[in-house]
């Protein structure tokens, strides 16, 4: 069985710039979850995604948005890029009314 | 808000066993987590214990929990230069889904 996965690897942006990442999750999840793992921050819940419904947002500014799509895989979009905007960002995915959380490999966005 | 502390360094020899702390601080946690992260990879879900228990044992790897002190730990035995890696705690906040995370502790094996 394929594992929650995530494109692109790497990403190279220059500040003010937007920043579009992409997760599977595991084949019958239907809840996306996406954290930041900045360093000196430690892994911080960004948002949730359920049933194309954004359920949860952590305590980030506006200009980190997402969506989820009909077959539930999601996109995270980070607009007007920073600095500390350079980070790890992990993507997980859940069966419905199950609470273990399984990650993909992560996209490292960097900002120049 | 949820606080999740753990201690940030553990060196053992292999062969020997492992226990990593953690504390926390949500008393309604229902669910308490163990994740592995090794260098430059995502986080693999290792075990994780229901809050009306007080162990679990998988293979190596035994959890303790001690929900007076909130309090959990892991415990790996034989630990190999395999189980070199970042490993995190992490319990769920009830509704909200998401995951709070300690620190992490890196567990270095000395051959």
């Known amino acids: 069985e394929a594992g929650v996965t995530q494109s692109p690897t790497h990403l190279i942006k220059t500040r003010g710039q937007q920043a579009t990442l992409r997760c599977s999750p595991i084949?019958?999840?239907?809840?996306v979850y996406w954290y930041q793992q900045a360093l000196g921050l430690g892994l911080q819940f960004l948002l949730w995604y359920d049933e194309g419904e954004e359920r949860n947002r952590g305590n980030f500014p506006p200009r980190f948005s997402g969506r989820q799509f009909p077959n539930y895989s999601s996109e995270l979009n980070v607009n007007a890029l920073e600095l500390e905007d350079s980070a790890l960002y992990l993507c997980?995915?859940?069966?419905?009314?199950?609470?273990?959380?399984?990650f993909g490999p992560g996209t490292r966005l960097t900002v120049l | 808000g949820e606080d999740v502390e753990q201690s940030l360094f553990l060196s053992v020899r292999e062969g020997d066993s492992s226990v990593i702390n953690c504390t926390y601080t949500d008393s309604s946690s229902t669910y308490l987590y163990w994740y592995k992260q090794e260098p430059g990879a995502g986080l693999q879900l290792l075990t994780y214990?229901?809050?009306?228990?007080d162990m679990k044992q998988d293979q190596r790897l035994t959890v303790l929990l001690n929900k007076k002190d909130k309090h959990l730990s892991l415990r790996i035995a034989d630990t190999q230069t395999g189980d070199s890696a970042i490993y995190f705690c992490?319990?769920?906040?009830?509704?909200?889904?998401?995951?709070?995370f300690g620190t992490g502790t890196r567990l270095t094996v000395i051959p």
């Open positions: 084949s019958g999840h239907t809840s």
């Open positions: 997980a995915s859940s069966l419905r009314g199950r609470e273990e959380q399984f």
């Open positions: 992490a319990e769920i906040s009830p509704g909200a889904n998401n995951l709070f």
């Open positions: 214990i229901f809050s009306n228990m």
